[in-house]
């Protein structure tokens, strides 16, 4: 009786270790995957650091937009999801911006996030190839409400965006 009590301890315990293996090793896989998959008509994200975007944005005399989003964050979902993928955003932020993405979770966010002074998330930064701030806005926003965020937007006195 002893034994068959000391075999279904241990047999739960090795259960209980395979679960939790298994769950640690799903949070893992979905919290290293910080960038944001672009798709075929929206904005496509650079993939490479926030350093290397900013080198970009100095070659081409472009702005940069940054989105600072989390992971926990459901309207940061909402325009990953709806808004990002739009043919019409698309248009404009990859023409007129070198378009950059930061999960302020991780090691680069945290910076971007004591350096631009975030409070919440999704924030939405518009910045000079200098790293100067030209516009910073949070929250969810529209298809309307991004475009509109890139009109009348200067950069050394010339237009971002008609």
């Given at each position: 009786?002893?034994?068959?009590i000391?075999?279904s301890?241990?047999s ?11 769950l ?21 994200f650079?993939t490479?650091?926030?350093d290397?975007?900013v ?26 999801s709806n ?5 019409k ?6 023409k ?12 680069e ?7 631009y002074?975030i ?9 000079t190839p200098?790293?100067q701030?030209?516009?910073?806005t ?9 475009l509109?965020?890139t009109r ?7 237009p971002?965006?008609?």
């Open positions: 009786m002893r034994k068959i000391n075999l301890l241990i739960a315990a090795v259960l209980l270790l395979i679960v939790i293996t298994i640690v090793a799903a949070c893992n896989s979905s919290a290293g995957d910080s960038k944001i998959a672009d798709s075929k008509d929206g904005i496509h650079f490479g650091t926030l290397e975007a080198a970009l944005s100095k070659k081409e005399n472009k702005p940069i937009f940054l989105l600072a989003h989390a992971s926990y964050c459901s309207s940061c979902e909402k325009m990953i808004i990002f993928p739009l043919k955003v698309g248009d404009v932020f990859n007129k911006f070198i378009n950059a993405q930061v999960d302020i979770e991780s090691e966010g945290v910076k971007v996030v004591k350096d002074e409070t919440g998330t999704p924030t939405l930064l518009f910045l200098d790293g701030v030209i516009n910073k949070s929250g969810y926003q529209s298809q309307q409400e991004l509109a965020l009348g937007m200067k950069v050394e006195g010339k971002v965006s008609e």
